[in-house]
């Protein structure tokens, strides 16, 4: 069985950053964030593959959002800058078994508990 811990939400004024970090047991997965925001569905944030060679981000993201892992810790790191409102999310991190680049779900096998992003203005 594979555990995702994540850590590093919290509370940032706009304008400001955090760094969200994805503890993983086991093997060495393709991973991904997501979030969820207050009465919206889950929104795809970014993709990193096993060796990291691969990463896409969602639309929204780019451009302010890094991803990126060490594989020696198996830990994957979501680098957030110049956060805003609409970045207030639970952050959740997943892992996928296969070797496809997903940006959706339900191709996730494992998923992390969430923590919490909240951006004040």
């Known amino acids: 069985q594979v555990q995702l811990v994540e850590s590093g939400g919290g509370l940032v004024q706009a304008g400001g950053s955090l760094r969200l970090s994805c503890a993983a047991s086991?093997?060495?997965?393709?991973m991904a964030w997501f979030r969820q925001a207050p009465g919206k569905e889950r929104e795809f944030v970014g993709f990193?593959?096993?060796?990291?060679?691969?990463?896409t981000y969602a639309d929204s993201v780019k451009g302010r959002f890094t991803i990126s892992r060490d594989n020696a810790k198996n830990t994957v790191y979501l680098q957030m800058n110049s956060l805003n409102g609409e970045d207030t999310a639970v952050y959740y991190c997943a892992a996928e078994t296969s070797l496809a680049v997903s940006h959706r779900g339900e191709q996730y096998d494992y998923w992390g508990q969430g923590t919490q992003v909240t951006v004040s203005s």
């Open positions: 086991g093997r060495r997965y393709s």
């Open positions: 990193i593959s096993r060796s990291g060679g691969t990463i």
